[in-house]
């Protein structure tokens, strides 16, 4: 059972530049959401969505999009990476509609680096 | 904002004794849920405690809530080298947003 699985792994991007994170769960969770998390701020709500088709916006939501097609996949697009956008991204998962109050499943991180 | 605070930010011990973190936060909450984190890796789930709940158990975890003080502290027994990670508290409130806290550093010393 892989969990949530994060791609790559690894990042570096030049200013302006857009790419896409990938997350991927297997566990059948209704609730996915991402987080970004820098030194001395903890995790930051980006985007969450409570099933397929239904998202909606976190804590700092600008300068990203995202899109839930699957109950699978909930990948993040970053539309023109900034040096503000360095940080490592996490994405969660967990069972339930009301999926805030369940414990989350996070996959391991991406690194990404903004030139 | 964040929601959650952890204090204090960072936490030496040596390995056998006790390690306590606190957590305060803002607005009323439907739980609270600590998770921890070693280094270069996703944040795991430890354990949660409901608004109605004022303590709970798991291994060598305690957790506490006073929601008269709108607090949480987490209680590590008997640590662990292993136990070194950093450790967060994490809140919901209505909605569907879970709001983490800052972390604190627990280094574990054998």
């Known amino acids: 059972n892989a969990g949530v699985t994060q791609t790559p792994k690894f990042q570096v991007l030049k200013t302006g530049q857009s790419m896409t994170l990938q997350c991927a769960q297997d566990?059948?969770?209704?609730?996915m959401s991402w987080y970004r998390q820098d030194p001395g701020m903890g995790l930051r709500l980006i985007h969450y969505?409570?099933?397929?088709?239904?998202?909606d916006q976190g804590e700092v939501p600008n300068g990203y999009n995202v899109s839930r097609s699957t109950t699978e996949d909930f990948p993040l697009r970053l539309l023109s990476a900034a040096p503000s956008q360095t940080s490592v991204y996490f994405c969660a998962s967990s069972k339930g509609y009301g999926g805030s109050n369940q414990p989350q499943h996070f996959g391991d991180g991406t690194r990404l680096s903004i030139l | 904002s964040q929601q959650g605070e952890e204090d204090p930010q960072a936490l030496s011990i040596q390995e056998g004794e006790n390690a306590t973190m606190n957590c305060s936060y803002k607005t009323s909450i439907n739980n609270l849920q600590w998770y921890r984190q070693n280094s270069g890796r996703g944040l795991v789930h430890l354990i949660l405690i409901r608004s109605n709940e004022r303590e709970k158990h798991s291994g060598r975890l305690r957790v506490t809530l006073d929601t008269s003080k709108k607090s949480s502290s987490l209680l590590i027994t008997a640590s662990r080298a292993a136990d070194t990670a950093s450790y967060f508290c994490?809140?919901?409130?209505?909605?569907?947003?879970?709001?983490f806290g800052e972390g604190t550093q627990l280094t574990v010393n054998p």
């Open positions: 566990m059948n969770h209704e609730y």
């Open positions: 994490a809140t919901t409130t209505s909605g569907s947003r879970l709001t």
């Open positions: 969505s409570v099933g397929a088709g239904i998202t």
